[in-house]
């Protein structure tokens, strides 16, 4: 008898070839136990491509990766219809985004107009070209990447777009131990993503288990009050550059949507899943959170000037409200 | 400002008087189950006084507990300090309650206390740390008061005072007569002082133990539960608020029979209904061997 195959194996398979990155692999995993989106914010050169070929590979899936750039249509992602002079018929060439795992590099060095085809596409999960309305693949996980210390010549995502993403993930530097690990597993050649450890209709099932994961009631309020202090962040106070007490509030100008509520009901459903249980916990919203709310809430011009980070306000304000 | 400034020179000589004998003794050697630090409010008020406690269980029966550092505390002035050390045949139990107010609105992040000892598990000297807090003070409701609502109620106040002015010089003969008359009387003796009334001993991490138990048999419910979990808690110093995994880095030296205890309740808090005797068959379980533990 062959034993059921596990999420587990599914992450071992992934760090086999990505070296440290667990927060990259986790949301991966959650984004496909949870069928939404990942964004992933970090400077190149961080496997962030190769977690997504990994994944693919270890899912015995479709990897597709699009490289954004200023002149993209949104015909190179979605496909269009070219004339077939011998048949003399127009015939239907599908894009890129036909892919269990799609890499959206450098989503914002796009105009608007491909952002919004690749965006909308992700939220219908099929595209129309001409008359025909075309489903996508199933798993379908978009990763879009963005990076942070070159922003010339972009164009932010707007916040509804931002708001599609389930999850925005800020992929860092690996620790010198890593690096090393990196040395000797990268130095001779690349190493190949481990190969099908778990199949697509296992993804399909685990989801349907993901799905089924209990949330309590109390947890429920814990994730609405979660989702509610952002919107009004009260007497919460974060510690300035220099030093300096300021009000969370100051700094923001709108809060999460409601979406973040379902956002984090379902990573956190997800999260539990991942760790064996059958029911979520306050840890389990509460290490989703950041994740989920960070790409949702709008910041304005003085988290810059007082030297704070966005990531230390969602701190502050998670830490506000008492888990159950 | 300078009441801060106080409270952290203060702090810092008792924390560098107390570090002076760590190098001139020997560390003691000490089973350390639970180290903790906690307050009495998550959100205290701006100048209403509130405590933080540190609590150390060790398995050793000693007469004192040295080596303790207390975070400094910048931002708090510093109003008393107390120290308990209650040793008996299953440990000493230490605890170290320290009174301070906080006169400014915000989030404190205090950091953890310390311990430095010779682990008695493994005979090397170690440092412990408790848990780091993070309060959230509140202003009073006096001083949330907005400017408008400042000028209407200092403008009612004016009015209030002088109307009690004039009442004051119209009553101030018959005060007088008043005074008067009461000094020729013959002066009653005052009651006499109600004496304080004896402080409710505090119940042992064992007998709070044994209540959750007796609550979690007779009332298997949800509710029951989640109170079980409240109380035991508290025992190692946890406060509201906190999650799990908070809890679960704080009791890291704990007994693993106290950590699946912890972990036991926490089921039993947040599963779904059709699991929710079996986790508190497993709760029950997980406290009867922690009683048969510690006992």
């Known amino acids: 008898m062959i034993a059921p195959r596990r999420p587990e194996d599914l992450r071992a398979a992934l760090a086999e070839t990505i070296v440290g990155q667990a927060g990259v692999i986790e949301g991966l995993l959650l984004a496909l136990l949870c069928n939404g989106h990942v964004l992933l914010e970090g400077p190149p050169g961080l496997a962030k491509t190769l977690a997504c070929r990994a994944l693919a590979a270890a899912l015995d899936g479709e990897f597709k990766r699009i490289q954004f750039t200023p002149d993209l249509l949104p015909s190179d992602i979605v496909g269009t219809r070219i004339f077939d002079q011998r048949e003399s018929a127009f015939a239907t060439v599908l894009g890129p985004i036909f892919a269990n795992v799609v890499l959206a590099d450098e989503i914002n060095r796009a105009p608007a107009k491909v952002q919004s085809a690749l965006l909308e596409a992700m939220q219908e999960r099929q595209v129309t070209i001409g008359p025909q309305s075309y489903a996508l693949p199933d798993p379908f996980v978009v990763m879009a990447t963005m990076n942070p210390l070159d922003s010339e010549g972009t164009y932010a995502l707007p916040v509804a777009q931002m708001d599609r993403f389930l999850m925005k993930v800020n992929v860092g530097y690996p620790t010198r131990e890593e690096e090393l690990r990196i040395l000797d597993r990268f130095a001779v050649a690349d190493t190949q993503p481990e190969r099908a450890v778990a199949t697509l209709d296992d993804v399909r099932a685990w989801r349907r288990q993901a799905h089924d994961v209990h949330i309590e009631e109390a947890l429920k309020r814990y994730i609405v009050e979660l989702v509610a202090v952002t919107r009004a962040a009260g007497d919460v106070v974060v510690v300035g550059e220099h030093g300096a007490q300021l009000r969370a509030q100051s700094l923001v100008d709108y809060g999460a949507s409601p979406r973040a509520t379902l956002a984090l009901a379902h990573l956190a459903r997800g999260r539990a899943f991942l760790a064996g249980r059958d029911f979520a916990l306050p840890d389990d919203v509460r290490a989703v959170a950041p994740h989920a709310l960070r790409h949702r809430i709008g910041f304005n011009y003085r988290l810059a000037t007082e030297g704070v980070s966005a990531d230390a306000v969602i701190k502050a304000m998670i830490a506000a409200v008492p888990a159950p | ?295």
Not at chain 2, 194 to 218: I, K, Y
Not at chain 2, 253 to 276: I, K, M, Q, V, W
């Open chain 2, 1 to 295: 400002m300078a009441r801060n400034a106080a409270a952290a020179l203060i702090l810092a000589a008792a924390v560098l008087h107390g570090a002076a004998p760590v190098r001139a003794q020997a560390l003691q050697r000490l089973t350390v189950e639970s180290f903790a630090l906690s307050a009495d409010a998550s959100g205290p008020l701006v100048d209403v006084p509130f405590h933080l406690v540190v609590t150390l269980r060790v398995r050793e029966t000693v007469g004192q507990i040295a080596n303790i550092n207390l975070p400094i505390l910048a931002q708090l002035e510093l109003l008393g300090d107390e120290r308990q050390t209650a040793g008996g045949p299953a440990g000493t139990q230490y605890r170290e309650t320290i009174t301070v107010v906080a006169h400014q609105p915000g989030t404190l992040a205090i950091a953890p206390a310390t311990l430095q000892a010779v682990d008695g598990r493994d005979g090397k000297p170690k440092q412990w740390y408790t848990n780091a807090l993070n309060l959230h003070v509140r202003a009073n409701g006096t001083q949330e008061l907005r400017a408008g609502e400042r000028t209407i109620a200092s403008a009612a106040m004016l009015a209030l005072y002088a109307m009690l002015w004039l009442f004051g010089i119209g009553c101030a003969g018959a005060i007088g007569v008043l005074l008067f008359r009461r000094r020729r009387q013959t002066v009653s003796p005052e009651p006499a002082p109600v004496p304080p009334a004896p402080e409710e001993p505090q119940p042992s991490s064992a007998s709070e133990l044994e209540d959750a138990l007796a609550l979690l048999r007779a009332e298997r419910t949800r509710d029951a539960a989640v109170r079980v979990r409240s109380a035991v808690w508290r025992t190692v110093g946890a406060a509201d608020g906190e999650t799990l995994a908070d809890v679960l880095a704080r009791t890291q030296g704990a007994p693993a029979d106290l950590r699946d205890l912890l972990t036991a309740l926490e089921r039993s808090a947040f599963t779904y209904d059709a699991d929710l005797q079996g986790a508190i068959d497993a709760s029950v379980a997980a406290l009867e061997r922690r009683l048969g533990d510690m006992t």
